[in-house]
């Protein structure tokens, strides 16, 4: 595992980002673990969490594309921090913009902020965590809709790898192949339990025998399955 993924495992911990217990996700599902990208709250956190995504972006995409897109709410703060850590990091100016939820009609107009999209730009969407796939639903026709040409790819924080709407693929995977969208993550709850399973972190285990089980029992439920 590259050094980085295991210290923005430990950067959401600190942050109290990734957290561990018994919580209910939007889909209604019961799981052990949760992350909630709203919790970084300082110019510190965000510009390290914009290095981090960066990192992510340049290994899987590259940095020849024209445009970083968050989709509204929490994919704003994402794009603007990671436009700046790739600018500081790789040298290369891309333009964040994000959407409103509704359409402004006076001063600046329409339904996107930040910089322009330009007919034929090439696009990398980022997100916090995809575990059903709708907000891409949602944000392909309002880039299309934009004149975006290429969109490159989507990056996400945290790979929950578990069943997206069908048992046999993620909702990564599901993008994907419905959309013919290239996805990547900055960590995998596999990496999550590499560097965390009964390994002390600043002087105590998170995810010791008792935590494996429900980790285990979720994805029993809720982990991919073998077609066929």
Known sequence: MEAYKKEFIEFMIDCEVLRFGDFVTKSGR?????????????????????EYYARA????????????????????PLSVATSIAIAKDYGKEVRYCSNRKEIKDHGDTGILLGGPINNGDRVVIIEDVTTAGTSIRETLPILQ??????????????????????????????????FGIKTTAIVTM????????NKPYKGRVIIDDEMKKAFDAYYEQYGLKKQG
């Open 190 to 197: 596999a990496d999550v339990l590499e560097v965390l399973y």
């Open 30 to 50: 019961k799981t052990p673990f949760f992350v909630n990208t709203g919790f970084y709250r300082s110019g510190s956190q965000l510009a390290r969490l914009g």
């Open 145 to 178: 809709a934009a004149g975006a040409g290429d969109i490159k790819g989507l990056v996400v924080s945290v790979d929950r790898m578990e069943q997206g709407t069908t048992p046999e693929k993620s909702a990564l995977q599901e993008i994907e192949d419905s």
């Open 57 to 76: 972006i340049e290994g899987a995409f590259g940095t020849d594309f024209d445009v970083l897109f968050g989709p509204a709410y929490k994919g704003i």
